[in-house]
């Protein structure tokens, strides 16, 4: 940990001396000053530390100095240094926002006591700015790239926020599609290990030969090899990896897995001393845990250790309300991608994406939307959706349709209700009446990105 850093100013030569030795001995690094003009140049709200400076001086004085650095940080501590007959002004210093005040001579204890409290009111100050700061950005990053209005998707934001900030490790079950490796990137990239490696492993996909090597790494003169090779765990030193399709791996390697995730280290093959990491856990599976712990293909030591925190993932025809604005969305990245606009979708198309039974989930929409971009289309419905909506009653078939038409017009349009009625042949008031009966709001259909 560094040293505590101090702002000495004091135009008195004996004093400003014997100030910085007994602050230097008590632990703190100071940077003594004559005058308060060039300490100004070291102020910022960045700086990590306290200023201590003398009341009565040539040229800026002790109050015009406190002043000047309240106006680059109001809560950077000041300590005043006053002779007994200035005390007045040390008290009337503190009123416009000194941290504190010592009168001359002072002792030196009593000197680092004072500066030791204002460091670590500092420490807290600049802690709770950084946690601010972070919670901003996960607040943005989460909400820009996870999408959605409905509940389940609302919940998810929610959990997301609740468990990144921990270390927990965490299994994402959800069918193929659904995002799971989305979900625990972002879970990554709002953690506190987001500037750390994210690692993903395909179990599916290990490598037949060497599994364990790929996993735990090798040393040097082991198994053939020339020279020590980390493995995918220890790449992942500090920060995240992700096992995706866990039951897919070799059942002696998830007990190995297991192990290393106990004890917080692993030993390479060919090795012999434990290896400390320090990794956050995630994976992935397409089916119920439980079920595959059932047919053995799942070792239940790992699941217990893996399922600190389980995210259930839902399906595309879980939130059908989110189809339009996912698709837009993505469409609109393809575009961008293509270095090509993307003109306005009719609400026809929307109505019909939203009727489609989507088994491939996201996954499948992104296809969905790059077709269209490239001007391939996107068919007819398939015949399964049909079906399926002969088995409903006519009624609710209408409402439904009702209500998915009104979502697409309002998305394409933005939100924009004048726009919206005009395409749907609807007055202003059918249409207030139509959102209030499907508890649609125009707030959620407008783009993140318009300034209204």
């Known amino acids: 940990m560094s040293q505590p850093q101090v702002i000495l100013v004091d135009d008195e030569k004996e004093v400003r001396l014997s100030y ?3 602050l230097e001995l008590a632990g703190f690094a100071v940077r003594a000053f004559a005058s308060a003009e060039h300490a100004l140049d070291l102020i910022s709200p960045e700086f990590p530390g306290v200023v201590v400076s003398d009341i009565r001086m040539a040229g800026l004085d002790g109050m015009s100095f406190l002043s000047r650095v309240r106006s ?3 809560e950077l501590p000041v300590i005043l240094i006053t002779g007994h007959a200035d005390t007045a002004l040390a008290v009337a210093g503190m009123r416009e926002g000194a941290y504190d005040f010592i009168e001359k001579p002072c002792r030196p204890r009593k000197l680092a006591d004072v500066v030791a409290r204002a460091a670590d009111y500092r420490q807290l100050i600049l802690e709770n700015r950084r946690l601010r700061d972070w919670s901003t950005r996960q607040e943005d990053t989460i909400e820009a790239r996870l999408m959605g209005r409905t509940p389940a998707i609302a919940d998810l934001r929610r959990f997301i926020r609740t468990i990144a900030p921990s270390d927990a490790d965490i299994l994402l079950v959800g069918a193929t599609g659904t995002g799971k490796g989305l979900v625990a990137r972002l879970i990554h990239d709002v953690s506190k290990r987001a500037a750390r490696p994210f690692v993903l492993v395909d179990c599916a996909t290990l490598s037949h030969a060497a599994p364990e090597a790929e996993l735990f790494g090798v040393e040097a003169g082991a198994a053939g090899s020339g020279r020590a090779r980390f493995g995918k765990i220890e790449q992942a030193h500090g920060g995240t990896i992700l096992f995706d399709n866990l039951s897919r791996m070799p059942l002696d390697l998830q007990a190995r897995l ?9 030993t390479r093959i060919g090795g012999h ?9 995630m994976a992935a599976l397409r089916v119920d845990p439980d079920a595959e712990v059932a047919a053995g293909r799942l070792s239940p030591e790992l699941l217990y250790r893996l399922n600190v925190a389980t995210i259930h993932l ?3 025809d879980e939130r059908r309300e989110d189809i339009s604005l996912l698709f837009l969305k993505l469409a609109n990245d393809a575009a961008a991608r293509m270095g090509t606009e993307l003109d306005p979708v009719p609400p026809s198309i929307l109505q019909d994406l939203i009727n489609r039974p989507w088994p491939g989930n996201v996954r499948e929409l992104a296809n969905a939307a790059e077709r269209y971009v490239l001007g391939v289309g996107h068919g007819p419905a398939p015949a399964a959706a049909q079906d399926n909506a ?5 009624a609710d078939r209408v409402a439904e349709y009702e209500r998915s038409l009104i ?4 998305a394409t349009c933005g939100g924009n209700l004048k726009a919206a009625y005009e395409i749907l042949g609807l007055s202003r008031k059918t249409l207030y009446e139509k959102m209030q009966k499907f508890g649609l709001d125009k707030r959620d259909f407008r783009d993140p990105d318009d300034p209204a």
């Open 273 to 281: 001393g434990s290896i400390p990491v320090d990794v956050r856990y």
């Open 72 to 74: 680059m940080d109001r």
């Open 20 to 22: 910085s030795q007994s």
């Open 390 to 394: 002969t088995s409903r009653r006519l």
């Open 258 to 266: 297991a192990r290393v995730m106990e004890d917080g280290a692993l």
């Open 314 to 316: 839902p399906r595309l």
């Open 407 to 410: 979502i697409g017009t309002l």
